[in-house]
């Protein structure tokens, strides 16, 4: 299972083989920023890709994702499929997390600075 840590908040999800990132988040918990199409067409789910990398399953047009913005690092959450384990930059106010208990529930850690 590739993990996802959210950073600088530190908190950590477990996706599923194959799951594409922001589908992985919003399943284990996670708002990661008002959502647009969530099919690879607004670009709104643009996030810095810190470590790692990431696949695309489908198709994402050059006008979404430059190949520009590819080499610096970003990626779109809605289509990049981690090939691995993977940090991604979230700015503290992009990112919530939902209680504890249902993180726990949800089987995926729940880390940060007041959790650790």
Same mark, same amino acid.
């Given at each position: 299972?590739?993990?996802?840590?959210?950073?600088?908040?530190?908190?950590?999800?477990?996706?599923?083989?194959?799951?594409?990132?922001?589908?992985?988040?919003?399943? @284990?918990?996670?708002?990661?920023?008002?959502?647009?199409?969530?099919?690879?067409? @607004?670009?709104? @789910?643009?996030?810095?890709?810190?470590?790692?990398?990431?696949?695309?399953?489908? +198709?994402?047009?050059?006008?979404?994702?430059?190949?520009?913005?590819?080499?610096?690092?970003?990626?779109?959450? @809605?289509?990049?499929?981690?090939? !691995?384990?993977?940090?991604?930059?979230?700015?503290?106010?992009?990112?919530?997390? +939902?209680?504890?208990?249902?993180?726990?529930?949800?089987?995926?850690?729940?880390? !940060?600075?007041?959790?650790?």
């Amino acid at each position: 299972m590739p993990t996802v840590r959210i950073e600088p908040s530190g908190f950590v999800a477990r996706l599923q083989p194959g799951e594409p990132v922001l589908a992985g988040l919003h399943r @284990c918990g996670f708002t990661v920023r008002q959502v647009g199409c969530r099919r690879g067409g @607004c670009g709104i @789910c643009k996030l810095e890709l810190v470590q790692g990398e990431v696949t695309y399953e489908k +198709a994402v047009a050059g006008t979404v994702l430059t190949s520009d913005e590819r080499a610096s690092g970003t990626c779109l959450t @809605c289509r990049a499929v981690p090939a !691995g384990d993977i940090t991604l930059h979230i700015d503290i106010e992009d990112v919530s997390a +939902a209680p504890t208990g249902l993180l726990k529930y949800l089987n995926i850690a729940a880390t !940060g600075p007041d959790k650790e």
